[in-house]
């Protein structure tokens, strides 16, 4: 949905460096979701935030990644020393609201590649 | 943990001809989505189902939640060049109140005209 905003829409970071990837929800919104999509491969949740809260980040390898969405501001996840496995398209979505019933709008994207 | 299974991964059909994917889950969901994705693009929300048994249409789109709750199918009638992209199913299982969606590995129709 062209609401969602994330930037960059490419980024290309050598092993070991880091990766910082931002995403501004849609007006109103003040849920997050990040996914990871490997090539070929369904999206995989990774954390879920609101506002200056991390709700759930089963999804997200316990090193490396880090998340956060401040009280102003997007919404970014973090990748400490990038390695090759870590080249992928990452999506945010943005909600409403906490129930389960409210649409997710995806933002286009930020494709990940590692050299 | 809950896994979401689609078939089939990879489709090939003339433009006119019919196309289905299904999606099964491993647990009971509290709901389904249907996403689509063209090639280079992201997710876009197509449908949620909610209650079992539930049939939904889109034009040419019919959309079924099993009556167990735990597998849906997309069918499209009579297909065009521009359904040509991935459909996800992703499943809410219950036990959190917030939408973590688990995503089947998607289905890639290909449209030859």
């Known amino acids: 949905n062209a609401g969602v905003m994330q930037n960059p829409r490419h980024l290309v970071r050598r092993r070991g460096q880091e990766a910082r990837l931002r995403c501004s929800p849609m007006?109103?919104?003040?849920?997050v979701y990040w996914y990871r999509q490997l090539p070929e491969e369904g999206l995989k949740f990774m954390v879920y935030?609101?506002?200056?809260?991390?709700?759930?980040e089963s999804g997200m390898p316990k090193e490396r990644f880090s998340a956060e969405f401040p009280k102003e501001g997007p919404s970014i996840l973090r990748i400490q020393q990038v390695v090759r496995g870590d080249s992928a398209a990452y999506f945010c979505?943005?909600?409403?609201?906490?129930?389960?019933?409210?649409?997710?709008?995806f933002g286009p994207g930020t494709r990940l590649t590692v050299l | 943990g809950q896994q979401v299974m689609q078939i089939p991964q990879y489709q090939h059909v003339q433009e006119g001809e019919d196309f289905t994917t299904y999606c099964n889950s491993s647990?009971?969901?509290?709901?389904i989505q249907w996403y689509k994705q063209r090639p280079g693009g992201h997710p876009v929300f197509l449908i949620q189902?909610?209650?079992?048994?539930e049939v939904k249409k889109q034009k040419r789109l019919t959309f079924q939640f099993g009556e167990a709750k735990k597998n849906s199918s997309l069918h499209i009638t009579a297909t065009q060049t521009t359904d040509v992209g991935t459909y996800f199913c992703?499943?809410?299982?219950?036990?959190?109140?917030?939408?973590?969606?688990?995503f089947g590995q998607g289905t890639i129709l290909t449209v030859h005209p």
């Open positions: 007006k109103g919104h003040s849920h």
């Open positions: 935030l609101q506002k200056e809260n991390i709700i759930d």
């Open positions: 979505a943005s909600t409403t609201g906490t129930s389960s019933n409210n649409e997710q709008f």
């Open positions: 647990t009971t969901l509290s709901n």
């Open positions: 189902l909610v209650k079992s048994g």
């Open positions: 992703a499943g809410k299982v219950g036990g959190t109140s917030y939408g973590k969606l688990t």
